[in-house]
């Protein structure tokens, strides 16, 4: 697991992330939470404020971790790869991992941990199927950088190129069943819940999904 890769939109009037927000609206106050690759702990602290959870984290970075122990929360340093068997089933409400799962080594495999250890998981990415990757690649033939994929091709964390299409057959394929999703343009704004999913792949920058097991 790596810190998190991308940097979406920040909400200015607020100072928090727009995906942090919606994902944050998506935890029932007092939950147990449990946040994944949560680097610098912005969002576990956004969580803690608003929704009162008793959340605990894990991140990578020896950095990302003494700045969350500066915000007064719990978290330890830990590899998603390889430490999330050690913990029991249904040991929190919800699991979060928040633009991280493209730079797992086995994104299948953590999903279904998240999915364990979780009553319910929220997950989200960049995605690769955005129309703006698809002209950086057709067009100038070079690999995208943009605001929400800021690294160049030879330092970037992300290493599995995921689009809302194929997390959204990875689900599937899990035995992970949908109660919410979002896909957020360029702006940070939610495309259109009625929209099909072909729009969400080519119009979003990011997912963010609500998930629990079937």
Not at 100 to 113: D, F, G, M, W
Request: proline letters at 6%; charged letters at 25%.
């Amino acid at each position: 697991m790596t810190p998190q890769a991308t940097l979406p939109p920040v909400d200015d009037r607020a100072g928090h992330r727009l995906d942090f927000l919606l994902v944050a609206d998506m935890v029932e106050p007092g939950s147990r939470v449990l946040d994944i690759g949560c680097g610098d702990g912005s969002l576990l602290a956004l969580l803690r404020d608003r929704k009162g959870v008793d959340g605990r984290g894990i991140e990578l970075s020896r950095e990302g971790v003494n700045a969350c122990l500066a915000k007064g929360l719990p978290v330890i340093q830990g590899d998603a790869d390889t430490d999330l068997a050690d913990y029991p089933d249904d040991a929190f409400d919800y699991v979060i991992l928040s633009q991280t799962i493209q730079a797992t080594r086995q994104p299948k495999v953590v999903l279904e941990q998240l999915l364990r250890i979780g009553r319910k998981a929220i997950v989200s990415f960049p995605n690769f199927g955005h129309w703006r990757v698809r002209f950086d690649l057709t067009l100038r033939g070079r690999m995208p950088v943009s605001e929400n994929l800021p690294y160049a091709w030879y330092d970037t964390p992300n290493i599995h190129f995921c689009t809302i299409r194929d997390f959204v057959e990875l689900c599937h394929e899990v035995g992970a069943q949908m109660e919410k999703a979002a896909a957020l343009d360029a702006g940070g704004r939610p495309v259109r819940m009625t929209l099909p999913w072909w729009v969400w792949n080519l119009l979003g920058e990011q997912g963010v999904f609500l998930l629990r097991r079937r």
